[in-house]
C-alpha cells in the first residue's frame, strides 16, 4: 500500500512538471509582441529580435509645449497605463519613432523633444513633418511625446 501512494505521488508530481514546462513554452512564444500592438501601456514602435523586449509610445503626447529641462522633467513624471517609468526618448528612440509614427499615432505636425544633448545650451528635436534632426535651443519651447522599455 506505501508503495503505491509513492507511486501516486511521483506520477502527481511528473504530471505537474510536464504542466508547468508546456506553460512557460506556450508563455514565450505567446508573449512575442509586435509594432502598432498595443502593450504594456502604450503602442509598440521597436521590437528587438527576441520579439520579448523593446520600446512602447505613450498613447497621446504631453499636453503643451516644454522648453528641453520641462521636457526630461515632463517625462520622468508621466505616470500612463499603469507604468510609471516613462521618459523622454534620445535621438535613435525619437527617430524610431518617427519611422512609425502612423501605426502610433497622434502626432502634431512640429517638433518633438529628445533627451540627447551637444553642450550646455542645445538638444536635438525632430520634425514631424519631415523626419529633420535638429540641435536647438534648450530654452525653446516643443511638444514631447514619453516613451518607455519593455
Known amino acids: 500500500m ?17 504542466t508547468s514546462l508546456s506553460m512557460v ?9 509586435s ?21 512602447v509610445a505613450a498613447t497621446r503626447d504631453l499636453p503643451g509645449q516644454y522648453d528641453w529641462q520641462g521636457a526630461k522633467d515632463a517625462g520622468e513624471r508621466f505616470v500612463d497605463g499603469g507604468f510609471s517609468d ?20 497622434g502626432f502634431v505636425a512640429g517638433c518633438y523633444w529628445s533627451s540627447t544633448e551637444f553642450g550646455a545650451d542645445n538638444a536635438r528635436t525632430q520634425a514631424f513633418t519631415n523626419g529633420t534632426q535638429i540641435w536647438v535651443d534648450k530654452t525653446d519651447y516643443y511638444r514631447v511625446r514619453a516613451v518607455r522599455a519593455f
Open 2 to 18: 506505501k508503495l503505491l501512494a509513492k507511486d501516486r505521488f511521483a506520477r502527481l508530481w511528473i504530471m505537474l512538471l510536464f
Open 25 to 33: 513554452t506556450v508563455s514565450a512564444v505567446s508573449s512575442a509582441v
Open 35 to 55: 509594432i502598432g500592438q498595443r502593450y504594456q501601456g502604450g503602442i509598440v514602435f521597436y521590437v528587438d529580435e527576441s520579439r520579448q523586449h523593446g520600446l
Open 86 to 105: 516613462w521618459y523622454l526618448p534620445g535621438q535613435w528612440e525619437l527617430n524610431e519613432l518617427y519611422e512609425h509614427k502612423s501605426v502610433v499615432g
